[in-house]
């Protein structure tokens, strides 16, 4: 199965043979096209493949300007193509755009293609190759920052490609590595600045990471979001020779385990006591709280 398989987003990298790989990969350094063999040319110092598809080269040049905008959907899908018109002329894809595939398949996220299959493609593109050329060294190099979520290397260093590589326990993330967002949107309400205060401070943030940590010993997911909401209710209390109002803050319960309760304890611990006020009244307070691994 050629490479269209393993970028196809219906069949979403399912290939169950690997891609061809010639003998002597092109790209081979050369000082004449006699130093190339058979069908090839040296084009820059560098054995080409002289059978092409044109439109195979137009649609890879997209996926490649597709990635650079960061529009990884469309990079996947040109790419796709691409292979598609090469397939149509009975070619594989050169290895350059087959590592540039592989680098936006990896780029891209779980969410769009599944990490082990995008892995497959970069081995693929190695295989394909020759070491420390520039589409391959690429390829590689996005695949490396992932090689702490549980990546065999071993596998990599086989002759043909594997149908898993995320096959090891992933190392656990040190607190450095996570990146906290917390956000809480203004109101004007009586006692809400005070609360707020109270949760937007250093304790917030620290326990924040530590809960994700807690959590992905569990699950291992690279991010986490929480919707934490704190409810405020005041009423009125009769001192005797004069009255009051005092609001007591509270957090709406999140039974359970995970990033978003264990945030809920921690917010509930940093509530502080009861705030004065001028009248009844009662709002919410919706606390936004993400965390991922960068």
Not at 15 to 23: A, G, I, L, Q, R
Not at 121 to 134: G, I, M, N, Q
Not at 200 to 219: H, I, M, N, S
Not at 222 to 248: H, K, P, Q, W
Request: charged content about 25%.
């Amino acid at each position: 199965m050629s490479a269209l398989g393993m970028l196809s987003p219906c069949a979403l990298f399912s290939s169950e043979e690997p891609v061809h790989v010639e003998d002597r990969p092109a790209g081979e350094t050369c000082s004449s096209s006699a130093d190339c063999g058979q069908d090839r040319a040296c084009v820059e110092s560098r054995c080409q493949t002289l059978e092409t598809s044109i439109a195979g080269e137009l649609l890879a040049a997209a996926g490649h300007e597709l990635y650079l905008a960061g529009d990884m959907r469309g990079a996947i899908d040109a790419y796709n193509e691409s292979f598609i018109s090469f397939e149509r002329k009975g070619l594989i894809a050169p290895p350059d755009i087959l590592c540039e595939a592989a680098e936006t398949a990896i780029a891209a996220g779980d969410a769009e293609i599944p990490r082990d299959q995008a892995a497959r493609l970069v081995h693929e593109c190695a295989l394909a190759s020759l070491p420390f050329s520039k589409a391959r060294t690429a390829a590689l190099e996005a695949l490396s920052r992932l090689r702490h979520d549980g990546l065999s290397l071993e596998r990599l260093d086989r002759d043909a490609p594997a149908d898993a590589y995320f096959t090891n326990r992933p190392a656990r993330p040190s607190p450095e590595t996570v990146a906290v967002s917390i956000s809480i949107n203004d109101s004007k309400d009586q006692g809400y600045s005070d609360v707020r205060e109270r949760l937007e401070g250093g304790p917030l943030r620290v326990a924040a990471v530590d809960c994700f940590l807690q959590a992905w010993e569990l699950t291992q997911a690279r991010a986490a979001e929480a919707v934490i909401e704190v409810n405020f209710r005041s009423r009125l209390r009769d001192m005797g020779s004069y009255d009051i109002y005092e609001g007591t803050p509270t957090v709406a319960e999140q039974p359970g385990e995970g990033f978003g309760p264990c945030v809920a304890r921690v917010v509930e611990a940093n509530l502080g006591d009861s705030v004065r006020v001028r009248r009844t009244l009662s709002w919410t307070m919706p606390i936004h709280v993400s965390a991922s691994i960068q």
